[in-house]
């Protein structure tokens, strides 16, 4: 790492201020282009990346990049592109009696810095999020993906460089502690920490870090089916949420039956078997699957089992007796990221929506769904969990603060 990087980076933030909305989506329109001129190099040393890690890992589907996830990438980059730019909007004016107009102006924060684990594909969905918004990002991704966003920044700024822009709009810092903790406490010169990963990294960066942090990513979901929950829309959102994929912060990991619809817990229950997930269940959910689920992939629970995030084919089973019993166990477990109820219920329904402490609260539709592209946002930088500023999937208006800009004439304070 170079001693100077710092210093860099924010020299870089002023120049980018200066690059107009039209060069910016022009450049990463060139960047969409060169993922897929560039991609044998960059699934190259992602297969070197690859080689080092157990294909047991739940991490493995995370780290692994495809032509078709690069295309994916590409197509992410465009859909920025195409967006809005988030700056400059007039926000709110007034003007005040003695003739001073005050309005409230939307601008980038400045210098964004990102800590994530094994994700290659943050660093492009990073980037290209904080460059249409104005902002410089610095990425400390994890060892375990090392090469794999070299390659990308490479990419990355070489396309900087062709349209004549400062290449340390993007900076990336070797992997190993050291790195981090030099981010964390690059006060003066780094604005905002967004980390990205497991409950151990963000709490890691929250406790370490001198600038401030936006929290994002630990996702313990629950799925709610209640009394008058619909069997078939059931099945396809409990499916589809813990099976889609399960290394991701929006995977199902808690499903909480009404005792009453216990009979219908095998047929909710049976597509996951195609995908071997161990279901760890309470006393009178395991009698409900015993001999209607597969011996060896259920398992009676423990309390351990309700609150962890598994990201993995693994999922807790959890009985009540009434929607309230469900927003209390939501209410101890949630790690506020995103639930979903399944109910045809509309006062249960309104209970729910009005109870849950979540950033993403559904009715009938798979937590899957908890998707900055989804959400129509074009990317995301992360899921904010935490209530300040930010709360949900992280788009463009989401890299923004704002500031206040004064006119008037000659006016003086008595």
């Not at 107009?20 to 040393?45: C, G, M, N, P, R």
């Not at 107009?101 to 800590?115: C, E």
């Not at 094994?118 to 400390?140: E, I, M, Q, T």
Request: glycine residues 8%; negative net charge; charged residues 25%.
């Amino acid at each position: 790492m170079e001693s100077n990087w710092k210093k860099e980076v924010k020299a870089a933030s002023r120049k980018l201020n200066l690059v107009s909305e039209a060069e910016k989506d022009k450049i990463l329109l060139s960047l969409a282009d060169a993922v897929a001129f560039h991609k044998d190099t960059i699934l190259s040393e992602n297969r070197k990346d690859l080689a080092e890690m157990d294909r047991l890992n739940p991490m493995y589907d995370r780290l692994m990049l495809t032509e078709e996830r690069l295309e994916g990438i590409a197509a992410d980059i465009r859909n920025v592109a195409g967006l809005p730019s988030p700056l400059g909007r007039l926000l709110s004016q007034t003007v005040r009696p003695n003739g001073m107009q005050i309005s409230k102006i939307s601008v980038p924060f400045g210098v964004v810095g990102v800590i994530y684990e094994a994700r290659p594909n943050v660093s492009f969905d990073v980037f290209s999020l904080c460059f249409k918004s104005g902002n410089v990002c610095v990425l400390k991704g994890g060892s375990d993906a090392y090469r794999s966003n070299k390659a990308i920044v490479g990419v990355i700024r070489s396309v900087l460089l062709s349209a004549g822009v400062d290449a340390n709009v993007v900076t990336l810092l070797p992997a190993g502690r050291e790195a981090t903790a030099e981010l964390m406490n690059a006060v003066g010169y780094v604005d905002v920490i967004i980390p990205r990963g497991g409950k151990g990294l963000i709490e890691f960066v929250r406790d370490h870090s001198r600038i401030p942090v936006i929290e994002t990513g630990a996702g313990i979901c629950h799925a709610y089916f209640d009394e008058t929950g619909v069997v078939e829309k059931g099945t396809a959102i409990v499916f589809n949420a813990k099976t889609r994929r399960v290394s991701v912060c929006n995977a199902l990991d808690c499903l909480i039956m009404h005792q009453n619809r216990l009979p219908d817990l095998p047929a909710i229950c049976s597509r996951l078997a195609e995908k071997k997930v161990i279901i760890y269940a309470d006393q009178q959910a395991y009698s409900a699957l015993k001999n209607n689920y597969p011996d060896e992939l259920l398992l009676p629970s423990d309390d351990e089992h309700y609150g962890t995030e598994f990201l993995d084919y693994k999922m807790a089973v959890k009985t009540v007796g009434s929607i309230q019993e469900a927003l209390d166990h939501i209410s101890r477990y949630s790690s506020k990221h995103s639930e979903t109820i399944v109910s045809e219920n509309d006062e249960c329904i309104a209970l729910f929506d009005k109870d849950v402490d979540a950033a993403c609260v559904y009715t009938n539709v798979s937590t899957a769904f908890t998707d900055g592209a989804q959400f129509g946002l074009g990317a995301e930088i992360g899921i904010s969990t935490q209530k300040l500023h930010a709360r949900g999937p992280m788009g463009l208006e989401e890299l923004c603060s704002y500031k206040w800009i004064i006119k008037g004439n000659g006016q003086v304070r008595s």
